[in-house]
């Protein structure tokens, strides 16, 4: 394996890595908004 191999590997995994951080963090925020909005529902509800 060469230089140029091992660099593109690299950047692969750090791009994934970070496309996945970001998924995770944007899942949560979608969660909490739903959740909330479920909240908002419930107390008009009562």
Partial sequence: MNFK????MAMTLLTIGTLFLAG???MEGVGKDIEAGGESIQD???
């Fill in 24 to 26: 995770c963090n944007t």
């Fill in 44 to 46: 008009a509800a009562d």
């Fill in 5 to 8: 191999h091992i660099s593109f």
